[in-house]
Nanobody
Framework: QVQLVESGGGLMQAGGSLRLSCAVS????????MAWYRQAPGKEREFVAQ???????TYADSVKGRFTISRDNAKNTVYLQMNNLKPEDTAIYYC????????WGQGTQVTVSS
């Protein structure tokens, strides 16, 4: 059974930084395209960042230049470094892994105060 467990969320003031982690078990992340999504209250889930198996990265325009996705295949963990946080970054952040199947974590709350 594949499990994705996010951690690192919390409350931060605008301009601060947080690093989210997504620990994966049951499948090597080297087999997967890994991504982060987020869902703000009253809004649909939206794409944030993606890291391909060749480690090329893609970002939503709203986070480009502020967020960095990375992976550590040895630790089977994916990270999202979030800098210069803004109140509009407030959301539940979900880790996503895609191979022949798609996997989701349970989410971690990020709240940014102004």
């Amino acid at each position: 059974q594949v499990q994705l467990v996010e951690s690192g969320g919390g409350l931060m003031q605008a301009g601060g930084s947080l690093r989210l982690s997504c620990a994966v078990s049951g499948r090597p992340i080297s087999d997967l395209v890994m991504a982060w999504y987020r869902q703000a209250p009253g809004k649909e889930r939206e794409f944030v960042a993606q890291n391909s198996r060749s480690s090329s990265n893609t970002y939503a325009d709203s986070v480009k230049g502020r967020f960095t996705i990375s992976r550590d295949n040895a630790k089977n963990t994916v990270y999202l470094q979030m800098n210069n946080l803004k109140p509009e970054d407030t959301a539940i952040y979900y880790c996503n892994g895609r191979g022949f199947a798609e996997y989701w974590g349970q989410g971690t709350q990020v709240t940014v105060s102004s």
